[in-house]
């Protein structure tokens, strides 16, 4: 519109001459409102920059003097002086904005030489050479001619080393750009063709002029221009964009180019100038490729440490670990330890990945600390860590377990958290033969079997194979046992003291192998939590404890049990659908929830921040809890806060000596407090005498469980009859 509007006015008059140096004025002033409104970091840039064009517009006002006052020709006058006084203050500018958003990367540099050189060339061949040996002008002249697309050519430079060495791309740099270029095309214009078009006030190249003054004082009202410093690369990244790389291949290219051309060909002075470009554009992009080929093999190093260790932890990876497994099998027997934190998955899920994370790290280093030189640590994925020990002696590798045991006995500082963790390592030897996949599994064996029995450590043996192939087995067989049919489940009666009045069942699962007979949950439940088919098994046995209690409840005066228990184990309780499971089983079968209570463990619990709130939507539901084996757990007291239990299951250990007194009979006489204090009601677990019986019911116990009311069987009955007998 401005541009528009002076076209608008007389061509060459004097509202013209007012207009033109008032639009130059009106944009440097609006570059310091830019400053004002916006407070660049830099302010200097933009002062340099409105100062030029101050300095540009006072040329135009001298311009304008010699030609409307003195009637005289303004070329070359001290008009001259101001507009070249400006580009100092450009450059100046240029300079500091280039400063600001440097890539501190020495190919930035290389590729503005590249840029300047090939175009300078151009600019020396067209314009330079031709304005500083004209015949027809005079020395001053000459030298004023070629000095204007000189400090272009050195704009043009220091762009070439803003728009290549970063990424300059705010809407503020690019108006700046497009600023300079205006300038720059102006120049060349008014120089060489001067002869073909009307460079007088009024003519073409004042759009060009004017444009430039508009774009300056744009690139300073714009917010974009207090950004701070433009986004650069990642440290070691090679990137070539395509435009760049369009514009370093058309530089690189114009040297060899112009020695081609005829005009330059056959002018000594002109292919002296453009041969000596091409040598110095030879060695810059040699420079350029030594420097992209450095940063390749830097790149490829990296990715290399980033492919064998791990990002977090700064430690060897697997595949980095298997690697040296190999070799080192290869010179002789060692020692492997695989290491498995317990508890960590508590942190993650209770306090945060964040800091989860920061465990681990502090845990590799203390593991690090503990192996010396002895080991090498790798971390394996998870929570799990791995020792190669080449030549090691058992014994050694022993002291090394002990010694990470004591290292992890220290509390651990992680985001403001004192954090104990405990771990369970496997360690195995390997002779002469063993394969890398098979000295993994030895350890990792071994250390399941370290979890399984609560030890710091344990040593591979043979025997723990049999196990593994036993459980295996078993758990083949269960899930074919599932699918069969071959599962059944019986009830046993809890009753009411002293009347033995049957007020709930709980459901038990027996397995009738069709070649073994009755097995017994202890023989198969331990390896479905292993294996994880406990998760289904557990579905099933809900979901037909429901049917059978639907199945009594709709039999005329069949003395129904009005509630059963579902044991419920640490797998399920972690996993989300188990609500879902829960509340499927009672609408199909058209239950209550009052009418099913799910038994947990306290460890089960313990162990996962989910457990307790998918106990919480259980008993929103209206499902009764009870706390199973209460009393041996190592969380009994808080779990008595955070978990909405409503009965107590007194463990049977409490039970089998509370007729004879001693510390059994406190104990047991302390929880039926707990209990009532608290508005629960408790269960005494085991009961297999009229003596515990009697006991039991004058320290307060009004409900209990045991072979002394009834056996578990596919139907139970009141338990009358037992205690008549």
Same mark, same amino acid.
């Given at each position: ?16 001459? $007012? ?18 409104l ?8 933009w ?8 300095m540009?517009?006072s ?11 003195? &009637?005289?020709?303004?070329f ?12 100092p ?7 500091r904005?280039v400063?600001?958003?440097? *890539? %501190?990367?020495? %190919? ?21 050479h031709p ?6 002008a ?13 400090? *272009? ?24 750009g ?9 120049d060349?214009?008014y120089a060489?063709?001067?002869?073909? $078009? ?6 073409p190249?004042?759009?060009?002029f ?15 221009m ?15 964009r395509?435009?760049?790389?369009a ?47 450095k ?5 490829a ?7 064998? &260790? =791990? ?7 697997r ?24 508890g ?6 209770q306090?945060?990945?964040h ?5 681990l ?8 600390a ?8 790798a ?9 190669l020990?080449?030549?090691?002696s058992?014994?050694a590798?022993? %002291? ?17 958290? #004192? ?5 369970? $390592? ?36 043979? =025997? ?42 709980e459901?038990?699962?027996?397995w009738?192998h ?40 709709a ?29 499927d ?5 058209g ?7 799910? /038994? ?18 259980? *008993? ?5 809890i009870a706390?199973? #084996? ?6 009994s ?6 978990v ?21 009979a406190? $104990? ?7 209990? /009532? ?19 039991? &019911? ?21 338990? =009358?009859?037992?205690?008549a007998?």
């Open positions: 519109m401005v541009v528009g509007g002076y076209y608008l006015l007389s061509s060459g008059g004097v509202a013209q001459s $007012i207009v033109y140096p008032t639009i130059g004025c009106t944009y440097a002033l609006l570059m310091l409102v830019g400053v004002r916006h407070r660049p970091e830099r302010p200097a840039i002062y340099l920059f409105a100062a030029g064009q101050l540009s517009v040329g135009d006002v001298v311009w304008n003097y010699y030609v409307y006052v003195l &009637h005289q020709e303004p070359p006058s001290l008009a001259d002086v101001f507009y070249l006084s400006s580009y203050l450009l450059v100046a500018g240029f300079v904005l400063h600001q958003h440097r *890539d %501190r990367d020495p %190919r930035a540099v290389l590729d503005a030489a590249i840029v300047a050189t090939g175009t300078g060339l151009v600019f020396w061949v067209f314009i330079l304005a500083a040996t004209a015949s027809a005079t020395l001053l002249e000459r030298v004023i001619n070629t000095a204007y697309p000189a400090a *272009d050519v050195m704009l043009l430079a220091i762009l070439a080393g803003l728009f290549t060495g970063s990424r300059a791309g705010h809407p503020s740099a690019r108006l700046l497009a600023a300079a270029v205006a300038l720059l095309s102006a060349v214009a060489t063709l001067g002869e073909l $078009i009307n460079v007088e006030q009024g003519g190249v004042d759009a060009l004017m444009s430039s003054y508009v774009l300056w004082g744009a690139a300073a009202l714009h917010p974009s207090a950004a701070r410093r433009a986004e650069t690369s990642p440290a070691g990244r090679v990137q070539v395509r435009g760049r790389q514009l370093l291949t058309a530089s690189s290219l114009l040297a060899p180019g112009l020695l081609f051309l005829p005009g330059v060909s056959g002018r000594r002075g002109d292919w002296m100038v453009a041969a000596a470009g091409a040598v110095v554009l030879f060695l810059l992009i040699s420079a350029r490729m030594s420097g992209f080929l940063q390749i093999q830097k790149q190093g990296d990715l290399e440490t980033l492919a064998l &260790h =791990d990002e977090l932890t700064g430690l060897a990876n595949r980095q670990f298997q690697t040296l497994l190999r070799a080192a099998l290869t010179t002789g027997p060692c020692c492997v330890a695989l290491l498995d934190l317990t960590f998955k508590k942190v993650n899920d306090l945060g990945h800091v989860g994370d920061q465990l790290a502090e845990v590799a280093g203390r593991l690090t503990a192996a010396g030189d002895l080991a090498s640590v971390r394996m994925g998870g929570d799990e860590f791995a020792f020990m080449p030549g090691a058992p014994e590798a022993t %002291r090394m377990a002990e010694r990470i045991g004591q290292q992890l006995a220290k509390p651990i500082r992680a985001a403001g958290h #004192d954090l104990l963790i405990r771990a369970n $390592i496997g360690l195995a030897d390997t002779g002469p033969f063993t394969e890398p996949p098979e000295a993994l599994r030895r350890a990792d064996v071994a250390m399941y079997a370290a979890k399984g029995a609560g030890e710091p450590y344990r040593w591979y043996v043979a =025997d723990f194979d049999r196990g593994a192939d036993e459980d295996a087995r078993i758990g083949a067989e269960l899930r074919t046992a599932m699918d069969a049919g071959h599962l059944r489940l019986v009830y046993q009666p809890i009753v009411e003291l002293p009347t033995g009045r049957l007020v709930a069942v459901a038990l699962v027996r009738h069709p070649e073994r007979g009755v097995i017994g949950p202890a023989d198969f439940i331990p390896v479905a939590e292993r294996d994880g088919t406990i998760v289904e098994l557990g579905a099933w046995i809900l979901r037909e404890a429901c049917r059978q209690l639907a199945i009594w409840r039999e005329p005066g069949s003395g129904a049990p009005p509630r059963v228990t579902v044991n419920v184990s640490a797998r399920q309780l972690a996993r989300p659908g188990l609500v879902d499971t829960v509340r089983a009672l609408t199909v079968n239950l209550p929830a009052a009418s099913l209570t799910v /038994e947990v463990t306290e460890t089960a619990v313990f162990e996962s921040g989910r457990s307790v709130e998918a106990l919480h939507r259980l *008993d929103e539901m209206g499902v009764r706390l199973d #084996d209460f009393g041996t757990g190592h969380s007291l808080t779990l008595l806060q955070t909405p239990a409503h009965a107590l299951k007194v463990d049977k250990s409490f039970v089998d000596q509370v007729a004879a007194g001693g510390r059994p406190v $104990i047991a006489a302390t929880l039926i407090k707990v209990a /009532e204090g608290l508005g629960m009601s408790a269960v005494a677990e085991g009961v297999e005498t009229a003596e515990q019986a009697a006991e039991l &019911h004058r320290l307060g116990y009004q409900l209990a469980q045991g072979y002394y009311f009834g056996r578990p069987t596919e139907n139970p009955r009141s338990a =009358d009859a037992a205690l007998g």
